[in-house]
């Protein structure tokens, strides 16, 4: 059985930033619905997979990489420091999605994420 990496190359290589972790939500959505499908199939047959028979997996470098564009961003200005956390915490919401999808070590990047996005002034949420 192939394995899929969500997010496609060809989608989460191309745009803003802001277009950019849009896609990375959505493959982080998609990679869950996949991972929780099968571990309901897991549960009902009651046998451990092995990573042969993993059929998904988060493409980890193109998250790195827009985090690493994000981090990089200046932050002179009030409206380049609300545009950082903004997606700072469009950064979180993906990795509590990834989180969800059975990654529970992935919280104590989400909270890092949102304190950096809340120190920076976007406190309001996005």
Known sequence: MPLTFYPHLEDAQRGSLEDRTEVLMAAA??????????AGKSAVEIKRSTPREQTAAYNWEEIARVLREVRELHEVTKP???????????????????RAAKMSKLEAVRIALISEATHLGGGSGG
């Open 29 to 38: 959505e998609h990679f869950k619905a996949v991972v929780l499908d099968e």
């Open 80 to 98: 380049e420091k609300s545009r950082k956390a903004i997606l700072l915490r469009k950064l979180s919401d993906v990795y509590e999605v990834l």
